[in-house]
Nanobody
């Protein structure tokens, strides 16, 4: 079975950077579409960034374009989310998720098959 473990969260001031890691076991990430989602206080879980298994194409929510970068290291079976120019509104629990099936780049919470437990990111002003 696929297991996902996030790390790298923490407290950072506005304008700072963090890199989140998602260590994956049970299946190669080269055969999984991997995404990052987040849940801010009082809000529903939302899509942040994703990378498609077949060709490595990346997708981003509008609110992180130009600031966040998703990448993968196949040899380490790990997915990363580099977060730069962080804003207080980025404060949330960030979750790594995986999808076994092929799709056309539509990232929905409901279609993801596996989830990590999340890592807290707090951005102070």
């Amino acid at each position: 079975q696929v297991q996902l473990v996030e790390s790298g969260g923490g407290l950072v001031q506005a304008g700072g950077s963090l890199r989140l890691s998602c260590a994956t076991s049970g299946r190669s990430i080269s055969t999984l579409s991997m995404g990052w989602f987040r849940r801010a206080p009082g809000k529903e879980r939302e899509f942040v960034a994703g990378i498609r298994w077949s060709n490595g194409i990346t997708d981003y929510a509008d609110f992180v374009k130009g600031r966040f970068t998703i990448s993968r290291d196949i040899a380490k079976n790990t997915v990363y989310l580099q977060m730069n120019s962080l804003k207080p509104e980025d404060t949330a629990v960030y979750y790594c998720a995986a999808d076994r099936s092929s799709f056309g780049g539509v990232w929905n919470v409901g279609r993801m098959d596996y989830w990590g437990q999340g890592t807290q990111v707090t951005v102070s002003s």
